[in-house]
């Protein structure tokens, strides 16, 4: 009787363990989930690559590339979100982990705006 509860507690553990969700690196609101497949529309890629690099009077700065299945790194983490793929390069995974992503259009900008809360400064010099 003892094996048999052994395997019926291990099944149990295997089933939770693979119920859990993942919670994703990066949130991509519905805003920008519809404008990048609309830039994605136009253009021969799948996925939308999100990097970062230093720039500007803060230090860092985000890049964002159009990337084919054969870019897509080792350590790179795939976001799929509202209908659309997201790759965050590896060296900036650590950088963008529980950033939200949202896209603004207004009569004065229309561009992607990044909200991280691990951001230890902003300016506003425009890099």
Same mark, same amino acid.
């Given at each position: 009787?003892?094996?048999?509860?052994?395997?019926?507690?291990?099944?149990?553990?295997?089933?939770?363990?693979?119920?859990?969700? =993942?919670?994703?690196?990066? +949130? $991509?609101? *519905? #805003?920008?989930?519809?404008?990048?497949?609309?830039?994605?529309?136009?253009?021969?890629?799948?996925?939308?690559?999100?990097?970062?690099?230093?720039?500007?009077?803060?230090?860092?700065?985000?890049?964002?590339?159009?990337?084919?299945?054969?870019? =897509?790194?080792?350590?790179? +983490? $795939?976001? *799929? #979100?509202?209908?659309?793929?997201?790759?965050?390069?590896?060296?900036?995974?650590?950088?963008?982990?529980?950033?939200?992503?949202?896209?603004?259009?207004?009569?004065?900008?229309?561009?992607?705006?990044?909200?991280?809360?691990?951001?230890?400064?902003?300016?506003?010099?425009? +890099?």
């Amino acid at each position: 009787m003892s094996a048999l509860r052994e395997a019926a507690t291990a099944a149990v553990k295997t089933a939770t363990r693979s119920a859990r969700l =993942k919670k994703q690196a990066m +949130e $991509v609101t *519905e #805003a920008a989930a519809a404008r990048i497949k609309e830039l994605l529309s136009t253009k021969d890629k799948p996925y939308l690559k999100i990097g970062v690099r230093t720039r500007g009077c803060n230090g860092m700065t985000y890049t964002m590339n159009y990337a084919g299945d054969d870019e =897509k790194g080792k350590f790179d +983490e $795939v976001v *799929e #979100a509202n209908g659309v793929k997201v790759i965050i390069a590896g060296p900036a995974l650590m950088h963008v982990i529980g950033t939200k992503m949202d896209y603004v259009h207004d009569r004065l900008r229309s561009e992607f705006v990044f909200e991280n809360p691990n951001a230890k400064g902003e300016c506003g010099c425009g +890099e």
